[in-house]
């Protein structure tokens, strides 16, 4: 095994290790991801859930219908925006069409180019959520060193294309399983960039993904060029069930044991140099 103390993916500022407040002093914008391998459920179901807890948030749960792309057909990716309206786009689903005419059509920040055929239908909040096919996620904001900003916001327009809103919208539309969805978000993260929510406070994402099988937690932030990404992601062991409470929690990373690990190629070159 190697320990991965990983500068890059411990937090600024570990919430678990400061104080205990008072109930009436704790702050909200703590969401806390689940997950629950099938064989420790008793009706053998994997779960994938979480505690949206951030304020204020658009909290509509949307049905975003199948869509056919044709030979070169691109889709559009919106900038993390969560407050109501999330997105104004009547293509996307019929609920985010404008509901009245201050409600202008959201700007694309980038597109990326789609495969041939027909997503699945799928579930969608301040995250996705599940589609038809099963697969299923929670979310959890993580601290972390290496942080980025959306496409056009960094020097000279630079910056990245993906959050993990829109990261787990695509894997939704396009996969069946765990192991697809991660393998998708990761990909794109390191083709296009990934930006967290508020600087190293939330420079990082985590996700439960849940399909019928088995259940994994994927982790992911900025890379050190604030264009790319680091990701990594474990597969819950067989009848264990884990969280995450706004920090990473993967540790050890075992790069000979494909059946529960997967990362980017970058992940021990990019913690060395930290």
Known sequence: MLSLTLALLASAGLSAAAPSAPRDRLDHDHCTATAVDCAATADGGCIAATSADGSPLDFRMVHVPQKTYGPGEKRAVYKQFQNYPRIVDASRAPSYAPTSPDQKPSVPIGYIDMPEGTTYGYWDAAYGVMNEA?????????????????????????????????????????????RCAIQTMGKLAEEHGFYGSVGVKEAGEALTIADGTEVWVFHV??????????????????????????????????????????????????????
Do not use: Y
């Open 134 to 178: 099963g697969l299923s996620m929670g979310e959890s904001s993580c601290s972390g060193r290496l942080s980025s900003v959306p496409k056009g916001e960094g020097p000279n327009g630079s910056g990245a294309l993906f959050w993990v809103g829109e990261l787990s919208d695509i894997a939704l539309e396009v996969c069946s399983t765990a």
């Open 221 to 274: 932030l900025a890379d050190d060029t604030a264009e790319g990404a680091v990701w990594a992601a474990q597969r819950v062991p067989k009848g264990h069930a884990t969280i995450v409470p706004n920090v990473f929690v993967i540790r050890e990373i075992d790069p000979t044991d494909g059946d529960n690990f997967m990362f980017s190629d970058n992940i021990f070159d990019i913690a060395l140099r930290l």
